[in-house]
């Protein structure tokens, strides 16, 4: 298929896009490029892109490149860059999801694969694992957009137009855009950089980790499954068995790593606390089949980051923290309070 990637140079993006080459697919990329230049490793493949806004794509853009599927990834990624500004955050991550999936329809796209998350189960429960049919219990407005956008995509659904919804959990593991504001991914960079696992709640909280790798691996499959599984259905994506207490995680990364365990003064309870059940994507996507423990992807974070001689600026700094960044550009004058690219950043 000819797939359209929003949000190409992201953290997923660039782990998903040459999976998808590999798988034969033919891309084209969507994304401003706020954290293009925030690579470590090889530099992922170029691939012919729109460089627009996503708040400003049209159905003339899509039928520009005329996709056959589109996979939207593109949104204001995780919960303090959201909660920078909870109206730009549904802005972005609802409005123009429901916009883009508009113009795809209106173009003739007829799958749309959006990357929601588990986010949205929110407050949860540690008592069972959370299924699809769950309750929603959102704590941010990253959480709450998901759930809107899923909602009006379902609205959009027809016997020409088929939405699918990955609940990703967690992400961790390497990327060629690296992310160091994710849980396992920080807490690997502490202990190996720093000589200590830092914790800033009690790490009693339950959550649902997936590799980046394996998100890229179930886009794919569900990009190629039969219409009447996927059609306006959500999917928990992960493993049923990778969902871990925090304070698990930490004591998995010192016995890889090394490094002392340490809570952050006053540490409480995370509000954030749930476990979910992967079983539908399992039993109804078979050729889905994660390959990714935490434990594998601990060892593997501490590969690459010895390999590629990442330091504790660079992972804690503005080159791999997506608020961090995002401030700098701001402070520089290259975006405004918007997020849009300035006349200075020309």
């Known amino acids: 298929m000819r797939v359209l990637v929003t949000g190409h140079e992201g953290y997923l993006g660039s782990v998903l896009v040459p999976r998808?080459?590999?798988?034969?697919?033919?891309?084209?990329?969507?994304?401003?490029?706020?954290?293009?230049?925030?690579?470590?490793?090889?530099?992922?493949?170029?691939?012919?892109?729109?460089?627009?806004?996503?708040?400003?794509?049209?159905?003339?853009?899509?039928?520009?490149?005329?996709?056959d599927a589109v996979m939207h990834l593109a949104a204001l990624c995780n919960d303090p860059l959201g909660d920078l500004d909870p109206e730009l955050t549904y802005d972005v991550n609802h409005r123009s999801t429901v916009r883009l999936a508009k113009a795809a329809k209106d173009a003739g796209v007829t799958r749309f694969l959006f990357s929601s998350s588990c986010s949205l189960y929110g407050a949860g429960t540690d008592d069972a694992p959370l299924d699809e049919n769950a309750a929603f219990a959102p704590l941010t407005p990253y959480g709450e957009s998901k759930i809107l956008s899923e909602q009006d995509l379902v609205g959009l659904a027809d016997d020409d137009f088929s939405p699918t919804f990955l609940r990703n959990a967690t992400a961790y593991g390497f990327s060629p855009r690296l992310r160091g504001d994710l849980v396992v991914n920080d807490l690997v960079g502490h202990a190996l950089l720093a000589g200590n696992i830092g914790l800033r709640s009690n790490g009693m909280a339950w959550r649902p980790l997936v590799h980046a790798d394996d998100i890229a691996s179930a886009f794919i499959a569900l990009l190629e499954a039969p219409r009447e599984t996927v059609h306006a259905r959500?999917?928990?994506?992960?493993?049923?068995?990778?969902?871990?207490?925090?304070?698990?995680?930490?004591?998995?990364?010192?016995?890889?790593?090394?490094?002392?365990?340490?809570?952050?003064?006053?540490?409480?309870?995370?509000?954030?606390?749930?476990?979910?059940?992967?079983?539908?994507i399992a039993a109804e996507v078979p050729e889905f089949k994660p390959q990714w423990t935490v434990r594998k992807g601990i060892e593997q974070l501490v590969e690459k980051y010895k390999a590629y001689g990442l330091s504790l600026d660079d992972l804690f700094g503005e080159r791999h923290q997506r608020l961090k960044k995002i401030n700098a550009l701001h402070a520089a004058g290259k975006i405004g309070s918007d997020l849009r690219w300035t006349e200075n950043a020309r």
């Open 20 to 67: 998808l080459i590999e798988s034969g697919h033919e891309v084209v990329g969507l994304d401003t490029g706020l954290f293009a230049d925030g690579t470590i490793g090889p530099v992922p493949e170029d691939v012919p892109a729109l460089r627009v806004d996503l708040r400003d794509v049209t159905k003339d853009h899509l039928a520009e490149v005329a996709p």
């Open 234 to 280: 959500p999917f928990n994506v992960g493993h049923s068995d990778e969902n871990y207490l925090i304070r698990d995680v930490a004591n998995l990364v010192q016995e890889v790593v090394g490094g002392e365990v340490t809570f952050a003064e006053g540490a409480g309870a995370d509000a954030r606390n749930y476990r979910v059940s992967c079983d539908r």
